[in-house]
């Protein structure tokens, strides 16, 4: 069985969602912990009520990021994690982390990259005025928001729309595509190559773009 560790800053429901998968057996792996910058909050819950390890490694705790990083790598590394996924996880990890789990390390973003990486996306798109926006799952690379992409899913803007009620739609949409993606990574059916995502012959048909 695959070992996922996941990253979170936050509220965890794509925490909920891969975990789920993974419960169900469509993702064939196991959580088997959770690493938060910050201490006390909800996705820190949702993994003890799922008997996760849940760490907190707190950034305010460390005097520069280099010392963050490397607080986190080596609670990371006793987990010896095939997979590294950050959901929601708010901080921008250094060369040196990014490249010691180079292929490992999978990001979620709430935007069709490269469109709107960084913060905001859903203000910032409707103030684009685009008519679809949606999510991302990209490898992670040391550029913010830069890394290979792996998969989108695409959603709809309505005219009546507001960031909340488009954000809740992008998010429901996430919650489809990072168990979906992941589920076929932890079978080494989605890799990272030299410069670019490989996929296996066997998913060819799959859209990796959803909707
Ligand atoms: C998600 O929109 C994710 O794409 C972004 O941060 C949000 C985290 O939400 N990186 P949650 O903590 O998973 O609920």
Known sequence: MRKIVVFISG???NLSSLTEACE???CLAEIVAVISD???VLGLEIANQKNIPALVVNRKL???SDEFDKALEERLDVYKPDWIVLAGFMRV???HFVKKYRGKLVNI??????SFSGLDTHRRALLAGVKWHGATVHFVSEGLDEGPIIAQIAVPVYLYDTVESLGMRVLQAEHKLLPGVMSFCVQGKIYLGTDSVI???SIMNNAMAWS
């Open 38 to 40: 910050k201490p006390n």
């Open 11 to 13: 509220r965890g429901s």
């Open 199 to 201: 996929y296996d012959y």
């Open 62 to 64: 460390y005097q520069n």
């Open 24 to 26: 169900r057996g469509t």
């Open 93 to 95: 990890l250094g060369k």
């Open 109 to 114: 973003h709430p935007s069709l990259l490269p």
